[in-house]
Nanobody
């Protein structure tokens, strides 16, 4: 199983980025797919998730209304559209896959992780 993130980069505050996560060895529609992020000196935190066999999504309060997670079943990818970016969104963003039907905000609910992609938002 391999998850590979892409789409990170440097953007000015107020700008947008679209992250993608491509997977091999697992079918995304059968897993809860999540995005987490980790800023320097901080713990990895939940950003967004889309539940397995569903289109139900959940978001951290800090990104609600600005970020949108989606799943492309045909391409076996999951995307994170990030709009209205703020300097505090600067972090390494990780894609994760898990079979959880419960609290998708918990890191322990995910079995597979990507290597991460850096997002830097300048003020």
């Amino acid at each position: 199983v391999q998850l590979v993130e892409s789409g990170g980069g440097l953007v000015q505050a107020g700008g947008s980025l679209r992250l993608s996560c491509a997977g091999s060895g697992l079918t995304f529609s059968l897993y809860t797919m999540g995005w987490f992020r980790q800023a320097p000196g901080k713990e990895r935190e939940f950003v967004a998730a889309i539940r397995l066999r569903s289109t139900r999504t959940e978001y951290a309060d800090s990104v609600k209304g600005r970020f949108a997670i989606s799943r492309d079943i045909a391409k076996n990818t999951v995307n994170l559209q990030m709009n209205g970016l703020k300097p505090e969104d600067t972090a390494v963003y990780y894609c994760a896959a898990g079979s959880s039907r419960y609290d998708v905000r918990l890191r322990a609910e995910y079995d597979y992780w990507g290597q991460g992609t850096q997002v830097t938002v300048s003020s």
